[in-house]
DNA sequence: TCAATAACTCAATGAATATTGAGATATTGA
DNA sequence: TCAATATCTCAATATTCATTGAGTTATTGA
């Protein structure tokens, strides 16, 4: 990932729609979920409003689309995700691992699905 | 870090001039730069336009300031940065362990200071 | 083919952000 | 105290981003 990549991708989450977005399509898994239960999801959402962000994650590789009848359904780009961390940790570490020290530290638990999950 | 703070940090890093700053901070080591150093790094940078991001990073938490002499100096606030990479993994691995384990294993090389320091 | 459903596109408006330039404040050394 | 240096603050402008509402496209089932 190099900087304009992670401009846009910082971009992308530094919206408060489109980061629950992120984070419930990551909850969701590979499956994905259609833009309409995205909608639902976060109660407040007009069709064109939903579209605009969903197209504005999609547009920095943060998420991916497919149709499927007249659904279309997002998931999550999981490489993108995991390549910003690396880009924080490579770009804000290189020599200052106490940096990443506790960030690591922290995903010792954090990577436990469903544990200690009361962060939002 | 809840949410309102990763939307703050997200933002703050969601700007060229100031990705740059953090990056050159981050460098720097706990000593900081001031920031006369700081714009001349930078090359394109008016006094009052690098006050305005500064001013948005320590606002965001990401750098702090203190005065020495006639000059401000800034850091990073390396706490806020590994928050951050902690916000994103526990966020974005709650339940999918994939995101982060690419992200680990691109760690192991990064945190070695000054190994493979090509990124920027 | 028609009506209904799901979601997108577009143009207009409003809101937030970034840049510039002029001027103010703080600190130092003569 | 004065001039020079380093940086900040403020107001004006320019740019970018988010929201809305109207209208369009694609898909399905009757």
Do not use: W
Not at 16 to 26: A, G, Q
Not at 65 to 92: E, H, K, N, T
Request: net charge negative; glycine share 6%.
């Amino acid at each position: 990932m190099d900087e304009t990549h992670a401009l846009s991708a910082f971009a992308a989450l530094a919206q408060e729609t489109r980061l629950r977005i992120v984070r419930l399509l990551v909850e969701a898994g590979p499956e994905g979920r259609p833009a309409g239960a995205i909608g639902a999801a976060l109660g407040d959402a007009s069709s064109s409003r939903l579209s605009f962000h969903l197209s504005h994650l999609e547009h920095a590789g943060l998420v991916q689309s497919r149709r499927d009848g007249r659904s279309i359904i997002y998931s999550a780009v999981y490489p993108a995700l995991s390549d910003l961390i690396a880009f924080l940790m490579r770009d804000c570490c290189s020599g200052h691992p106490e940096v990443c020290a506790p960030a690591v530290a922290a995903l010792s638990c954090a990577c436990e699905p469903n544990k200690d999950d009361t962060h939002a």
